[in-house]
């Protein structure tokens, strides 16, 4: 079990009033359970002892301490290798008793269930479990006012539709009712992103899904339909979608992640010509001006983090979205804030603060102050537990804030430099006496510490020509795994080395070795534009006696302006006599 207590520093610029102060600003991980119960965690004061508590799945953990759980509803530990039963939790009083009751809304396409908090009397044993909803789609459905009557709706899918269920308040616990305001237009059971927030500025909240939104009508009376607006802000579908005046200029712009299950993050500027976007953080460090990356930000969420009146973005690596089908599933379970800052050359920057890089998040995360210091802290909980980043201040001088701040990063798109053309025979199509990379991937002769290494057809690239017209593929290695074979010399004499890997936006850096000993530098495969080759590159390997050549391509890193797969690809081998 990791640290509970292990803190991540991060530095920031606090302006409180008109006086502006130089802060550290760092988040004490405490460790609810390691225990994956829920996608889904939330908080409030369950047991009315006057300190906040915090729902996770079948429990809720008594505060200011987090030691001492309760129980809500009985269930397993879920199977980490497939998904909760629950997905999303809010805390509300929906009976007006005083006490606080735990709604709750599973996996997507299942029912939604108020459990009501039974009082003094009865936290020692499950709650009563109501179904109020059955079914809720979309996985970043909201638990929010959207028709302005100060009570809250469930805004989610159902049946394909987009709409929200209202709840009859004389009888909270019983049957909502879902009212359509779109025609069968969304994904039937699952669906990414979703958001409400006032888009044109009417007073009225919006309906925000991946493609475009929804306006509200004047009169919802007799349930009409909500005109749709059509914006591609996030085609693929991210999370919670907000509604914020990002740049300060009077009207709502929107923020989302781009792909709940890959890369990147986006605020869409709106101006009189439509919506512009402004790519925050993409797929690799370039696309980030601080070298910032990561995927699967399932949730997304906006809160002001360091009191300078300004909203900023928090977010995380929701580990296992996918397990391991996501790109960079294993990249690191971060979590991170993104501080909006107005003015300057660029207009708009959104610096990133690493909060933590253990906890991760799950399809909700949580910004609320639960101790009491005013100060937000950020509640997670997914596949690896459930944990609360509990905030911490500290003021300090200007050097060390400044030591402490995210630098932007160095940017570079010069290629490497490239080998001659290989020697293809254009009756063949074969380099001559090669080893083709395809035909060892299709034998046992090669080995890799991690990752897939398969054939794969070139022919559809017109960036460069392939030996054979393919080349052997090695997908998901990391830094450090190694792929080997092995070549068998035909004499004694000194020969060369030829080889020709394949270079594109998404491949790693390599270093090429030979019986243990490295080969030169190592090969940056990266090329910002293309797919293409290296070229032969040739590497003098000395008198060789006899047996096996051993071959050792070591993934070193990736250039800081690749998509960071860290992907490889080999053409062919070739052994030549010395000149």
Avoid at 195 to 202: A, L, Q, Y
Avoid at 413 to 435: F, H, Q
Avoid at 443 to 448: G, I, K, N, R
Avoid at 522 to 547: A, M, N, R
Wanted: with cysteine; hydrophobic share 35%.
């Amino acid at each position: 079990m990791k640290n509970p207590g292990a803190i991540a520093l991060i530095g920031i610029l606090s302006v409180i009033g008109a006086r502006a102060e130089h802060a550290l600003h760092s988040y004490d991980r405490v460790m609810l359970t390691d225990v994956y119960y829920s996608e889904g965690v939330n908080a409030g004061d369950i047991d009315n002892d006057g300190a906040t508590d915090i729902v996770y799945g079948p429990f809720w953990f008594a505060g200011p301490d987090y030691k001492r759980k309760g129980i809500i509803y009985q269930t397993l530990p879920q199977p980490r290798e497939m998904y909760a039963n629950c997905f999303f939790s809010w805390t509300h009083d929906f009976d007006d008793d005083g006490w606080i009751d735990v709604f709750t809304v599973g996996f997507p396409g299942t029912p939604a269930h108020v459990y009501r908090n039974p009082g003094v009397d009865g936290l020692d044993k499950p709650w009563k479990k109501h179904e109020v909803f059955d079914w809720v789609s979309n996985e970043s459905p909201h638990f929010t006012n959207v028709v302005g009557d100060e009570r809250p709706e469930l805004v989610c899918t159902r049946d394909g539709h987009f709409g929200y269920a209202v709840i009859d308040w004389k009888e909270p616990l019983a049957k909502w009712t879902f009212h359509t305001i779109s025609p069968k237009v969304a994904p039937t059971r699952f669906g990414h992103g979703l958001g409400v927030g006032d888009i044109n500025g009417d007073g009225r909240a919006d309906v925000l899904t991946k493609l475009g939104w929804f306006e509200q009508p004047a009169d919802i009376a007799g349930g009409p339909m909500w005109t749709f607006h059509s914006v591609p802000f996030a085609p693929r579908g991210g999370a919670e979608m907000h509604a914020y005046d990002v740049d300060g200029d009077g009207d709502n712009d929107v923020i989302t992640s781009l792909a709940a299950h890959g890369f990147g993050l986006s605020w869409f500027e709106q101006t009189s010509e439509g919506f512009k976007e402004h790519l925050i953080m993409g797929d690799r460090p370039a696309l980030n001006k601080y070298g910032v990356y990561f995927s699967e930000l399932h949730s997304v969420q906006l809160a002001d983090m360091d009191g300078d009146g300004l909203k900023d973005i928090i977010t995380g690596k929701t580990y296992w979205s996918h397990h391991k089908k996501s790109p960079g599933w294993d990249d690191g379970a971060v979590v991170y804030w993104f501080k909006l800052v107005r003015g300057g050359k660029g207009g708009v920057d959104w610096i990133p603060m690493k909060a933590d890089g253990e906890s991760g998040i799950g399809r909700q995360i949580i910004i609320t102050d639960v101790n009491g210091d005013e100060l937000p802290d950020i509640l997670a909980g997914g596949m690896k537990g459930a944990h609360a980043l509990i905030h911490r201040k500290e003021p300090v001088d200007e050097a060390t804030w400044r030591a402490a701040q995210p630098t932007p990063i160095e940017r570079t798109e010069t290629p490497a430099a490239r080998g001659k053309d290989a020697p293809i025979d254009a009756a063949t199509g074969l380099v001559p006496g090669a080893v083709e990379g395809e035909k060892l991937a299709a034998t046992a002769t090669v080995t890799a510490t991690a990752g897939t290494v398969k054939p794969q057809n070139m022919k559809n690239f017109a960036g460069g020509r392939w030996s054979g017209g393919s080349q052997l593929f090695w997908s998901g290695g990391k830094t450090g795994d190694r792929l080997k074979f092995e070549l068998t010399p035909t004499g004694t004499e000194k020969h060369v080395l030829e080889v020709v890997f394949t270079r594109a936006p998404d491949f790693g850096i390599v270093q090429l070795a030979c019986n243990g000993k490295d080969l030169g530098d190592p090969i940056d495969l990266y090329h910002f534009s293309k797919v293409t080759t290296t070229g032969v590159l040739e590497f003098p390997v000395g008198q060789l006696g006899p047996g096996n050549l051993k071959l050792d391509i070591r993934i070193t890193g990736a250039n800081p302006n690749a998509a960071q797969s860290r992907f490889v690809g080999l053409d062919y081998v070739r052994l030549m006599p010395a000149e």
